[in-house]
């Protein structure tokens, strides 16, 4: 799936961290904006929040929000950005994206689940669950991946699942047999895409994230 060829899609990649800062935080923009620079879409960066009002969102296809942590986002910013989303807007969450806003239940609810620790860095397998669904055709059925696990708690029922973690390959998970570790849904007018890869500087450069990330924005930008 590709994006409508005629319109340049403008990318808000918002990292602010109010809790633990992932050291591979620039490796990530930096892969946005390789990415642009291979596409046809813009990305702006920025860790200023005040840059949820309704004027500047608009001008914004996707808001990534890069291993986001804690509470970054004031009262008015918050309800911005809830009405950005229902009305239409797309989200693109990455790892530590669910380690943040645990006051605001709408967020928890939008974003599908909640950060509930994680063992060491280690190779796994991954496992894809829904390979005819756009957001995720392309992906191998399986393949291994060396990240920081997480595990989640308050995982929403109407999450779509995309990718789930194998338990039995590494040490450490705590959700079983059902473990997701990639999922999309609509919200109300809006799309919401998370996944929890993405915690290493070396994932920002892995030829299958990136896929795993491009294949998300064409189909959150998709009609």
Known sequence: MEPDPEVIPNILVFSKTAGFRHASIPEGVKMF?????????????????????????????????????????????????????????????IHSATDTEYDWPWFGEMIGARFNGHPHIQEARL????????????????????????????????????????ESTYEGGTNGDFHPISWCKPVKEGKMFYTALGHTDECFSDTLFRQHIKTAIAWLLSK
């Not at 296809?61 to 009262?75: E, H």
């Not at 392309?138 to 990718?163: C, I, K, S």
């Open 33 to 93: 904006k390789e990415m642009a620079a291979d596409s046809s879409m813009t990305i702006v960066h920025s860790e200023d929040a005040a840059i949820f009002n309704h004027h500047s969102l608009s001008d914004f296809d996707i808001v990534v929000f890069l291993s986001t942590t804690g509470t970054i986002l004031n009262a008015d910013q918050k309800n911005t950005f809830q009405q950005y989303i229902e009305a239409g807007g797309k989200f693109l969450g």
């Open 127 to 166: 496992e894809t669950t829904n390979n005819q669904h756009p957001a995720i055709m392309g992906m191998p059925a399986e393949w291994n991946h060396t990240d920081e696990y997480y595990n989640f708690r308050d995982l929403q029922a109407d999450n779509t699942t995309l990718v789930l973690v194998d």
